[in-house]
């Protein structure tokens, strides 16, 4: 009898235990990634699910994570900007950067050509735009050690519902003229202003083109020949 109600404590112990630990929802895209396996080696309940947005669900924080490379390269073709939009769904949000001990971020010579000046001013609009705070991480493991820290906080029931941003037609025009090197958002807005449509756009002529555009005028022009 005594060993009966021993196992039996056990029993529900080991249950509570199990109910007990910490649990992150990640992406399917991330299951091959050294993260997942940080996590799971240091005892973290990760669960793998297609989520629309974000890389991590964590007590109802959607965290997206880049390597400092694919931070970079994100950056440059405006996929980061997209995502930026679809986190504010959530009230919680955060940007994680990964590899600083790694790589340098305001590299003059990374391979993407992007100016320092450049990336500092878009963290600052990550912060000060989009609300969004950011954390920098050493290397993978310093990433699956953050996590695991907001994965022990006290649970909350998470957001999976969020879904991809849906664009207004004037919105995927900008995105879509926002997407040619060295047409930023003030450009594409006064293109669109101006001409209504891409196809006007692009059947304008330089005369038309360079009191909106100035100096971009010509190298726009070359991207459409």
């Given at each position: ?32 990634s ?46 980061l ?34 100016n ?12 000060l ?63 669109l ?33």
């Amino acid at each position: 009898m005594v060993f009966e109600d021993i196992f039996s404590q056990l029993k529900i112990e080991r249950i509570r235990l199990e109910q007990e630990k910490p649990k992150i929802i990640a992406d399917k895209r991330e299951k091959n990634s050294l993260v997942i396996s940080e996590l799971i080696s240091s005892g973290i309940d990760v669960e793998m699910q297609f989520l629309p947005v974000a890389d991590f669900l964590i007590n109802n924080i959607a965290i997206e994570r880049k390597t400092i490379q694919d931070f970079l390269g994100s950056m440059l073709n405006k996929r980061l900007l997209r995502q930026l939009e679809e986190l504010k769904q959530y009230e919680n949000k955060l940007l994680i950067i990964e590899g600083i001990d790694e790589q340098e971020i305001y590299n003059d010579n990374n391979k993407e050509g992007i100016n320092p000046n450049a990336i500092r001013g878009f963290l600052l609009s990550i912060l000060l735009k989009h609300k969004i705070p950011i954390v920098y991480t050493k290397d993978y493991k310093d990433t699956a050690k953050f996590l695991s820290v907001l994965a022990k906080k006290k649970e909350r029931e998470e957001n999976i519902r969020a879904k991809k941003k849906s664009f207004n037609r004037k919105e995927q025009l900008q995105y879509i003229l926002e997407g040619f090197p060295g047409i930023g958002p003030k450009s594409a807005k006064k293109l669109l202003k101006e001409f209504k449509t891409i196809k006007a756009i692009i059947n304008s002529k330089e005369d038309e083109l360079k009191p909106l555009l100035g100096k971009k005028t010509g190298s726009f022009l070359s991207l459409l020949d």
